[in-house]
């Protein structure tokens, strides 16, 4: 039996793909004018060390010094994508982090995150890696 995409399917392949390609303009090229291509306002930010706004994504992506996001699991659902990373340079060490991103319209509106060191498997309870 042949399973045909869905409009929802769809969605959630435009919005995994917008979410990708914004993140890797604006952290890993460090443009800023993907803001302006991805993001818009309202921008409702739940991460507890910033601000709503997009001026915040202005003003830090400059600072960051030695900034890799690696994605390792992306899964999405309508509005909303899941990331699941390694990042470097945005804390000490590198830390694994679930970012939420719900989109409207084709744009980045809404965002969460979690934000974990990361312990190496051969320190953890269970001998698993994080990431």
């Not at 060191?117 to 051969?122: H, M, Q």
Request: without cysteine.
């Amino acid at each position: 039996m042949t399973q045909h995409p869905t409009a929802q399917d769809d969605q959630a392949k435009r919005n995994t793909d917008i979410v990708l390609t914004a993140m890797r303009e604006l952290f890993a090229e460090k443009d800023l004018t993907a803001i302006d291509r991805y993001w818009a306002e309202p921008y409702v930010q739940h991460s507890p060390q910033m601000p709503n706004g997009l001026d915040t994504l202005r003003n830090v992506v400059p600072g960051l010094e030695g900034f890799s996001w690696e994605p390792q699991r992306v899964a999405a659902q309508g509005d909303l994508v899941f990331t699941h990373s390694i990042v470097h340079g945005w804390a000490p060490n590198p830390v694994a982090i679930v970012d939420i991103f719900r989109l409207e319209n084709g744009r980045i509106v809404e965002h969460w995150d979690v934000v974990q060191d990361i312990v190496p498997a051969e320190d953890s309870a269970n001998g698993n890696p994080m990431v």
